[in-house]
């Protein structure tokens, strides 16, 4: 039988004051792991941070901080395997579930077989288990809505995060770069202004609202943004590339010359996009055989769609046409070039320099890989057509460029002078006559951007760094 003999209460103090002993040693580590870590210590804060899970197993808060110490040292796999702990540990706790989605996430973006569908539920968690809205949790979560292509969702969590916490200013950097994504340009870069005045002060933040002032052709915020952004990072060659793009938009050739000369430098000359738009601001500048060598060099190094067809219009220029039809041919041969765009190129070459049927068969390939809709590529079929005197079927071409396009001025000439040749001499009034009116309308035949600005330029979004929560003292 057990002694159920009364202790005397001198005895009852002792277990009570040994049982305070480990949670006062706790807190101290604790404070000591913190402020190791932000002293940059992280090797010592990791010793006091394992020291407090040795103090109590059970502590979820030790191994969350010794996760983001693990995190800083790059052992992020060693850092996941303790926020799974601390969740395990508190699995109703937003930053445990926050930490370690974020963690996984990060962990996905390294190794391909780490991607999968658990940190967004981790963070759904989160954001459903805060008791107050959470603005970290709402936007990790728009992150990882955002690298699964759901753009829309990720703009509604960046949008919860702001309304949580309205100085949580990379939030707006990351509703930009999702209202972009979503054609929205404008609503994007009101966005990255609000960032910037609401502390966003990084080198991507007025990066992307360049691209955001690019995509609207605003050539002078654009120039200002990515002006602000090579003062922060000299070294930045994509922002050098953005800050050339800008002032060729303005028309400033030479400022943009130098700005892509200095892109170029930043990555030692490896840089190809700065090389294409390098080559061309020479053509802009009527430097057409500087422009020819460079683009001709950068090709053999590094076949990009642009360099085909800037160095061809370089030949152009040159009177090459010969050398210019056969870059385009071996355009056409490659997986990009075989596109209606590139057929349509070669057309327009071979049209100066080869007999009309072989520029018909290049229109009639970019017509056909465009479903039939291409009305520049109808309208110099309907030329080809001409040159070959098939008048009818010319006619037949130029209606459907027109079609395509009502306000094409070009092609309503060409159709009247199809249809007099045809003896349809009323239809020819009215199609001079229409043509007429859109000239008078527009000032132009054919309206064309001063610069094109490259698709792969304006993709280049900078995303915030994920935000992880720790938990104060315990």
Known sequence: MTDQTVTPVLDQSAPRAAARLPESQLQSLFEQGRRLWERGELEAAQAAFRQAVRCDAEHAPSYQWLGAVLRDLGELRAAVRMWRTAEALAPDDPRALLNLGVGLFELGKFFVANRTAEPLQLLRRAVACATAPYAKAWFNLGNVLYVHGDYAAAREAYAAALAADAGLAVAYRNLGNALLRLEQPAAALDAYRQGVAAGD??????????????????????????????????????????????????????????????????????????????????????????????????????????????????????????????????????????????????????????????????????????????????????????????????????????????????????????????????????????????ERATGQLNLRDLWAIEDELLSGLRQAACLYDLPPSP
């Open 201 to 438: 002060t990084d080198v991507a933040a007025h990066h992307n609202l360049g691209l955001a002032a690019l995509r609207l052709r605003d050539a002078q915020t654009a120039e200002e943004a990515f002006q602000a952004a090579v003062t922060l990072r000299p070294t930045d060659g994509e922002c050098w590339l953005g800050l050339g793009n800008a002032q060729a938009l303005r028309g400033d050739f030479q400022a943009a010359g130098a700005a892509f000369a200095e892109a170029r430098a930043s990555r030692g000359g490896q840089y190809p996009e700065a090389a294409l738009d390098l080559g061309k601001a020479l053509l802009a500048m009527g430097q057409s055989q500087a422009a020819a060598e460079l683009l001709s060099r950068q090709l053999a190094e590094t076949p990009l769609p642009g360099f085909y067809r800037q160095l061809s219009r370089a030949y152009v220029k040159l009177g090459q046409l010969a050398e210019a039809a056969r870059v385009l041919r071996s355009f056409v041969a490659t997986s990009s070039g075989n596109t209606a765009q590139g057929h349509y190129e070669l057309g327009l070459v071979l049209a100066q320099c080869e007999p009309p049927h072989v520029a018909e068969l290049a229109f009639r390939s970019a017509i056909e890989k465009s479903q039939g809709v291409f009305p520049e590529a109808w309208h110099r079929l309907g030329r080809a057509l001409m040159r070959q005197n098939k008048s009818a079927l010319a006619v037949e071409a130029f209606r459907y460029a027109i079609e395509q396009r009502p306000d094409f001025a070009e092609a309503l000439k060409d159709l009247g002078q199809a249809l007099y040749r045809s003896s349809d001499l009323h239809a020819a009034d009215a199609a001079l006559n229409a043509a007429l009116r859109v």
